[in-house]
């Protein structure tokens, strides 16, 4: 087999999470997030992690350069020699170039850019609707929510968006929300922030023909089974 190195791309709601898991499994290669990379920068105790903990002590946007370094460093692991499945990088012109060159540099290259297509109403409502159950059963209050009572929290004060929960009619078990999920501005916020980084580093990749697209509203087993079809066209 031979080197699979991959770049996934996909809005809040678009199944991202469900289909990198299922990726990294079916490959054997290593899901690299840059957002769980700096979380881990946080009890690492090497030169890199202590600069980085400093510029974020000092409420400092970290720069391309050490954003690429950080990456640099999660590839040279050795689960990461022959292929990796990047999430939230390259962000900007700057990273995209630096990951090209640092892969050619290695022998290698980028096989292809997984981009889970959502119309962005969708994306909101699968997002600010979704909550599940203890035992892992998943309801939605835009399409799959029979046997739950959903009421709209305001804020007395109107010093919050409202929330949205959820109740089991059959238990009154209060059904759990992801945090940013909670209120409908947050949901927005995170669409929004994902089209800004997003939107410059899609047409270089495109140029370089390299993205492929697939229809996230679909099932999941369907997403699945034509990204797996994808991966094997380009590996």
């Known amino acids: 087999m031979g080197d699979l190195f991959l770049l996934i791309v996909g809005v809040q709601g678009s199944g991202k999470g469900t289909q990198a898991a299922h990726l990294t499994e ?10 769980d990379l700096f979380r881990a920068m946080r009890t690492r105790s090497d030169p890199l992690a ?13 720069d391309d350069a050490t954003t690429n370094e950080v990456l640099k460093d999660r590839l040279e692991q050795s689960d990461a020699a ?23 540099s290695r022998g290698q290259k980028l096989n292809a850019v997984l981009q889970l297509e959502l119309d962005l109403y969708t994306a909101f409502k699968r997002s600010f609707g979704r909550a599940t159950s203890k035992d892992g059963r998943a309801y939605n209050y835009y399409n799959k929510s029979e046997g739950v009572s959903w009421l709209v929290e305001q804020d007395p004060d109107k010093e919050f968006p409202p929330r949205l929960i959820g109740t089991l009619d059959t238990t009154g078990e209060v059904l759990n929300r992801r945090p940013d999920d909670a209120n409908a501005f947050g949901v927005i916020e995170r669409i929004e922030k994902f089209l800004s980084e997003t939107q410059p580093v899609l047409p270089y990749y495109q140029a370089l023909g390299l993205v492929r697209s697939v ?3 679909l099932s999941i087993d369907e997403v699945r089974d034509r990204l797996v079809e994808i991966v094997e066209d380009v590996r």
């Open 26 to 35: 079916r490959y054997g290669i290593p899901h690299v997030s840059t957002g």
């Open 50 to 62: 202590q600069r980085i903990q400093a510029e974020m002590a000092a409420g400092k946007l970290i």
């Open 82 to 104: 022959h292929g990796a499945l990047l999430d939230g990088y390259p962000r900007n012109l700057v990273q995209a170039q630096f990951l090209t060159d640092y892969l050619a």
């Open 215 to 217: 229809d996230a509203s």
